[in-house]
Structure formats: structure tokens, C-alpha cells
């Protein structure tokens, strides 16, 4: 009897120091688990368990300056018709002028990618393309005032254009304007066509006539679609408020000036120049892919999303030159660190006392 309670008694003290030890041991591993965690978020240990994705940054995209010598613009476009068609062309050099009715889009297509000079044999020498042809080639020189009005009919002869119902594969007009005083070695970089797709409002499609597309055709081959850029204009409407649209339909802005402005002071900035943001800038950026004009460059560098449409930036090209001085007053912003694992605890037990003290 005396032997068993020796034995017991030994074995209760042996299950007290088991107890110690893995009490010691479940503390060793809580505490190792707690350093691998603050580890991986960087000492945020009593943080949320929501994930910040930190964008990549913006990156400029470079472009190359092309010089376009002439422009085509659809002259009074509500009155436009079949019957009658008026283009306004503006131009610094000589050209040809060749209109095609009802032009088969997938044809069109295959002959824009194709080289210059195929181009330029099926589409003005020697057109092949099944569509109505209009001949009357107009070879303008260059005025001073390098605008022109001319009117494009259908032949008297040719039978009433009908593109059917929707959706057609064909286009209404097509106009090609080709240069003249540049042969094609001259250098391959430069313009030789302007391809300009026009609809037109008919009985059947009821869209206002308007451009579709325009296509610059270089005398390397390459192929450039031209998109609109979007920019502020100031509203005739009383409140004054700016607006987005069409950088072709920019109205200039009558400025107010201030009797008590000093004359040393710097000039106001137009409100279709200024960027949306800070009002004190020019804007410099277009912004990528939704091609809106409406920030300065230290605006852009604190921007994900447009300030217009509310779309993602992945990119911007410059339309103006910057200051280098912005450039290095972002380069020295001062970054705020995060508060510590322990200042978050801190606070947190504040908190705590704050709310107990109020109930």
C-alpha cells in the first residue's frame, strides 16, 4: 500500500512538470508564429485582413510626330444627303481628290493594308474597287487661305444608291485625298493619303451623317487610325461650368480680368487649359486608353482612375512640354510610414478604455 502511494505521488509530480513543459513549449510556438506573421506584413500584426494591390506605375508612351499636310472635315452635316455632299478640306500642299459610292468594307480594308503602291494603284490610278466611281479627280494647288468646299454628288446616270438593311457591309462614302508634290522614295515616313469613311443619313439608317473613320496611309505602308482627344471647353451656359468633347469643336474662352491684379502677377490660365484638378496647371497628359486631356503631370502621378469617366490609367502620352522642377518636387515627397504593430496596440487598448469609461 505504502509502494502505490509512493508510485502515485511520484506520477502526479511528473504530469505537473509535463503540464509546465507543454505549456512552455505552446508559448515558444505561439511566439514563433507571431514573429513569422509579422514578418510577412511587414510588422502589421493587428491589421485588417483586406489585401492592398498597389498598382504598377504609370508609364509614358512614346509616339512618333508624324506632319499630316491636309484634313478633310464633313461641311454642314445635318443637311448632308445623297444628293448632295459638301467637304470642308483643308490642305499645305498639292492632292488628288477621288470619292467612291457604296465601297465594300472588307475590300476597303484589304487594300489600307496593303503596301503603298497597291494601294495606290487599285484605289487612284486604276481603281478596281466594286463601288461607284466618282471621276472627276480634283488636283488642287496650295492658296493662302488652304480651304476648300467641294461638293460630292452621285453620277446623273448611275442608278439611286441603296445599302439595304442592317447590318450592311458597305460603306456609304469613301474619300481618299493623296499627296502630289512628294513622290513615294522621297521618304517613307512621311503621309501620302488621307482615307476618310463617311455615312450618311438615308431613309433605312436613321444615325446622323457623320465621319466613321479616318486612316493616314504612309509611303512605308503603315496603316495609322486617328482618335479623338478629349478636352475642356469652357460652357456658354451662365453657371460656366466646363464640359468634355471633341478637341475639333474647341471654342475659345473670353478671359475675365481682375482690375486689382497687379501687372507683375502671372497671367490666369484659360479654363480650357487649366487641368481639372488643380486649376493652377496646364494640362500636359492624354491619358490611356480613354484619351481625356484634363491633367497637369503632378496631378497625374497621384491618379489611378480618370477624373472624366472614372476609368483605369494604364498609360499617357505628353501633348505639351513639362517642368522639370515638378518632375523633382514628386521625386521629393515626403512618404509616411505606417504606425507600428505596437502603436496600433496602443491605440487600440485607448479605445477600449475610452468606451468603457463612457458606458
Known amino acids: 500500500m505504502v509502494t502505490f502511494t509512493a508510485v502515485l505521488m511520484a506520477a502526479a509530480e511528473l504530469s505537473s512538470l509535463f503540464s509546465i513543459i507543454g505549456v512552455l513549449v505552446c508559448f515558444a510556438v505561439m511566439a514563433i508564429f507571431i514573429i513569422s506573421i509579422c514578418r510577412v506584413q511587414g510588422g502589421n500584426v ?3 485582413s483586406v489585401v492592398h494591390f498597389i498598382p504598377p506605375p504609370m508609364a509614358q508612351v512614346d509616339f512618333q510626330k508624324v506632319p499630316v499636310p ?29 470619292s467612291f459610292w457604296g465601297v465594300p468594307s472588307d475590300h476597303l480594308h484589304s487594300l ?7 494601294f ?4 487612284i490610278e486604276k481603281p478596281s474597287i466594286r463601288a461607284e466611281v466618282i471621276d472627276d479627280v480634283l488636283r488642287n494647288d496650295v492658296t493662302e487661305e488652304n480651304v476648300c468646299i467641294k461638293q460630292v454628288n452621285l ?6 444608291l441603296s445599302l439595304g438593311e442592317s447590318p450592311r457591309k458597305h460603306y456609304p462614302l469613301v474619300v481618299c485625298m493623296v499627296r502630289q508634290d512628294a513622290p513615294q522614295h522621297t521618304d517613307g515616313s512621311q503621309v501620302g493619303a488621307l482615307i476618310t469613311i463617311i455615312h450618311i443619313k438615308d431613309s433605312v439608317c436613321q444615325i446622323p451623317s457623320c465621319i466613321l473613320h479616318q486612316y493616314l496611309k504612309q509611303y512605308s505602308g503603315q496603316l ?27 471654342v475659345p474662352r473670353a478671359e475675365k480680368v481682375d482690375e486689382t491684379q497687379e501687372e507683375e502677377e502671372i497671367p490666369e490660365i ?27 503631370d503632378t496631378c497625374c502621378g497621384r491618379l489611378d482612375n480618370c477624373p472624366m469617366c472614372r476609368a483605369r490609367i494604364l498609360a499617357y502620352f505628353l501633348i505639351a512640354p513639362e517642368d522639370p522642377a515638378s518632375a523633382h518636387e514628386e521625386e521629393t515627397t515626403e512618404i509616411l510610414e505606417p504606425p507600428s504593430a505596437w502603436r496600433r496596440l496602443h491605440d487600440a487598448v485607448m479605445r477600449m478604455f475610452v468606451v468603457q469609461q463612457q458606458q
Open 120 to 123: 495606290f494603284m487599285h484605289m
Open 70 to 98: 491636309f484634313s478633310l472635315e464633313l461641311h454642314k452635316p445635318k443637311d448632308a444627303s445623297f444628293a448632295d455632299v459638301q467637304l470642308k478640306l483643308r490642305s499645305e500642299v498639292s492632292y488628288a481628290l477621288r
Open 270 to 296: 484659360p479654363l480650357e487649359e487649366a487641368c481639372v484638378i488643380c486649376q493652377t496647371k496646364r494640362t500636359t497628359r492624354a491619358l490611356l486608353p480613354c484619351r481625356h486631356v484634363c491633367v497637369c
Open 112 to 118: 489600307l493594308l496593303a503596301p503603298w503602291s497597291t
Open 224 to 250: 495609322t487610325k486617328l482618335q479623338v482627344l478629349y478636352t475642356q471647353v469652357s460652357d456658354s451656359s451662365p453657371g460656366g461650368e466646363s464640359k468634355s468633347t471633341n478637341s475639333s469643336d474647341k
Open 155 to 160: 453620277c446623273p446616270n448611275s442608278p439611286p
Open 46 to 48: 493587428f491589421g485588417n
